[in-house]
């Protein structure tokens, strides 16, 4: 069974703190996303990468940076905490030219 | 612009009714769509999908509809049971990167 593992469900931080959320797939898919949900704004895409090493902004990418040194692996970095990151984080990936994408089950994040 | 829109944040029905969950889209370039339920805590999973030279595809309970002219599709579940109670995201994609664009979602409450 293919799987999407977001190495934390909870995390809870402070604000100027410099935080990573690490996403690994075991499915060799090229694509990897990095999305937020927030109650009455939906799935919101922060950044995305084709392949290696290859990353692109997605609709809301202010206060993140991401990192893809290995296929398997999306990092995604909060170069330095706020309370208006305090969100549910989703990674995704998918295989080009599939259409759908597999989720990790989710990290919680609340920044204090 | 948000280009793919769920207008109803939530829906009640009750157990053995029918529920009809509604996504209208803007962009004449979408021609893959895809439904995804969300439990509280979880990653989305994948549901139902359709591609733009159908206008129906079902799945046991599940079915979607899609109306091109009208850029609308929807989702209808039958019969409803309470663990179909969840979020459910519309997602949409089309052109040459196949990334999708999420929909607000909708709460879907099936009570016993």
């Known amino acids: 069974d293919v799987k999407v593992t977001q190495s934390s469900r909870y995390l809870v931080k402070r604000t100027g703190e410099k935080v990573f959320l690490e996403c690994v797939q075991d499915?060799?898919?090229?694509?990897m996303f990095w999305y937020r949900q927030d109650p009455g704004l939906g799935l919101r895409l922060i950044y995305f990468?084709?392949?290696?090493?290859?990353?692109e902004k997605g609709d809301i990418p202010e206060g993140y940076s991401v990192s893809r040194e290995k296929k398997e692996r999306f990092s995604l970095i909060l170069e330095s905490a706020s309370t208006n990151q305090t969100s549910m984080y989703l990674c995704a990936s998918r295989l080009t030219g599939n259409r759908g994408y597999t989720f990790g089950s989710g990290t919680r994040l609340t920044v204090v | 612009d948000q280009q793919v829109k769920q207008n109803s944040p939530s829906l009640s029905v009750q157990e053995g009714r029918i529920s009809i969950l509604n996504c209208d889209y803007t962009n004449s370039m979408f021609d893959y769509f895809l439904w995804y339920k969300k439990y509280p805590a979880e990653g989305p999973t994948f549901l139902i999908s359709?591609?733009?030279?159908?206008d129906k595809n079902e799945d046991g309970r599940f079915t979607v509809f899609l109306n091109k002219s009208a850029k609308h599709l929807s989702l209808h579940i039958v019969p409803s049971q309470p663990g179909d109670s969840a979020v459910y995201f519309c997602?949409?994609?089309?052109?040459?990167?196949?990334?999708?664009?999420f929909g607000k979602g909708t709460l879907l409450t099936v009570n016993p």
């Open positions: 499915m060799d898919h090229e694509n």
């Open positions: 997602a949409a994609s089309g052109g040459s990167n196949y990334k999708l664009t």
């Open positions: 990468s084709y392949d290696v090493k290859m990353k």
């Open positions: 359709i591609s733009s030279i159908k």
